[in-house]
């Protein structure tokens, strides 16, 4: 049996948001966090995760615009993409399942609720 943990891409402008990630992951998952959408595409020059956990606004780089890239690569276009917002409107809920995410997750969140919808997100 395989005991290497499934990686996952944590993106967030937020430190506080970042660290509450991470260590909500960190038991049953290997985490790399990034601070903008431009560090997850360094991120992803070495790295191939199982998910990707993308928070929508953020400077430079919103998550919209960065999954519409994702889906257009190749070689990432099927990392299965959820976004952690504080965002909670319709149209953006609809906007992101549009874009090709696999779940949308409202901030604050817990860390059972954000396990939970990860485990039912791979069974996709």
Known sequence: MNDEKKLIILVDDSEVNLHIGRNALAGKYAVLTAPSAVELFSLLEK????????DIDMPGMNGFEAIT????????????VIFLSSRDGTNDINTGFSLGA???????YNPKQLLDRIAKAELI
Not at 47 to 54: D, S, V
Not at 69 to 80: R, V
């Open 47 to 54: 790295n191939t995760p199982a998910f990707i956990l993308l």
């Open 69 to 80: 890239i994702l889906k257009t690569k190749k070689q990432t276009q099927n990392i299965p």
């Open 102 to 108: 696999v779940d949308f997750i409202h901030k604050p």
